[in-house]
C-alpha cells in the first residue's frame, strides 16, 4: 500500500507565476489536509478536504490560495502570482476518519 | 481553543543517555495527542499517538510517552539515545475537528 505521494517534491517559481502542488492520498483514505511550513516553524493547517467539498479553509489565505479534491485524481493545492513569503514546505496528510493523518513527504516551493 | 508548546526548542545528549522531550498541551476536552519525527529534508513520521486509552504509550524506535492530564504534559522519552535519533520533534493536539495543532518542534542533537 503505498503512502501518500505529493508531487513535483522541489518546485522553482518566479514572482508572478503560478504554483500547482499536487497531493494523492493513502488508498481508502477520503480526507486530506493541506499544512504549510515555514523555515524553524512547526506545520500551520491550511484546509482540510473530503472528495468534491471543502470541509475547512480557515486557515487558508482569502487570497491566491485555492484546494480541490476532485472525485477523480489528486488533490490539487493552486497559489496564484506567488510571492517570496509563499516559499515554504507544503505538506498534504490523508486520513480515512478520525484524528491519526499520514503525511506525505512534502513539496518545497521556493519562489525566486 | 486548543495550543501546543513545547518547552526546549533545543536539546543536546550524548548517545546512550537518555532523551527527554517535553510537550505541554492546552485544551477544553480530553485531547488526542501525537508526537511526530522529521528528519533533514524527509517528510513526518508518526512516532506515536494517545487517544484516551492507556495513559503510558509505546511508540516505534524505543519511544514512549505519558499523558498527565494533572499536568496538562505529554512528554516523549528515550532510555538510550541512538545517532539515528538526531532529527526534530514535534508535539501535536488533534482539535474537533481532527486539525492537527502542531507544537514549535524541538531539535533533538545527539552527540558522539
Known amino acids: 500500500n503505498a503512502g501518500v505521494m505529493q508531487n513535483p517534491r522541489h518546485l522553482v517559481r518566479r514572482r508572478g507565476q503560478e504554483a500547482r502542488l499536487r497531493c494523492s492520498p493513502m488508498?481508502?483514505?477520503?480526507?486530506v489536509y493541506w499544512y504549510r511550513q515555514l523555515p524553524e516553524e512547526g506545520l500551520k493547517f491550511m484546509v482540510y478536504?473530503?472528495?468534491?467539498?471543502?470541509?475547512?479553509e480557515s486557515g487558508m489565505p482569502k487570497e491566491r490560495f485555492s484546494a480541490e479534491f476532485p472525485k477523480e485524481g489528486p488533490s490539487i493545492l493552486r497559489i496564484q502570482q506567488v510571492v517570496r513569503g509563499d516559499s515554504a514546505a507544503y505538506f498534504c496528510?490523508?486520513?480515512?476518519?478520525?484524528?491519526?493523518?499520514?503525511f506525505g513527504p512534502g513539496t518545497r516551493l521556493t519562489v525566486t | 481553543a486548543q495550543s501546543v508548546t513545547q518547552l526546549d526548542s533545543h536539546v543536546s545528549v550524548s548517545e546512550g543517555t537518555p532523551v527527554l522531550l517535553r510537550c505541554n498541551y492546552s485544551?477544553?476536552?480530553?485531547?488526542?495527542l501525537f508526537w511526530y519525527v522529521q528528519h533533514p529534508n524527509k517528510g513526518l513520521q508518526l512516532l506515536l499517538k494517545?487517544?484516551?486509552?492507556a495513559t503510558l504509550v509505546k511508540g516505534i524506535n524505543g519511544f514512549e510517552a505519558e499523558f498527565k492530564k494533572s499536568e496538562t504534559s505529554f512528554h516523549l522519552t528515550k532510555p538510550s539515545a541512538h545517532m539515528s535519533d538526531a532529527a526534530e520533534y514535534f508535539c501535536?493536539?488533534?482539535?474537533?475537528?481532527?486539525?492537527?495543532?502542531w507544537g514549535a518542534g524541538t531539535k533533538l542533537i545527539i552527540k558522539p
Open positions: 496528510a490523508s486520513s480515512r476518519a478520525g484524528p491519526e493523518q499520514y
Open positions: 488508498k481508502g483514505h477520503s480526507h
Open positions: 478536504l473530503q472528495k468534491e467539498n471543502i470541509i475547512d
Open positions: 485544551s477544553s476536552y480530553s485531547p488526542s
Open positions: 494517545y487517544t484516551s486509552a
Open positions: 501535536v493536539v488533534s482539535d474537533l475537528n481532527y486539525q492537527l495543532i
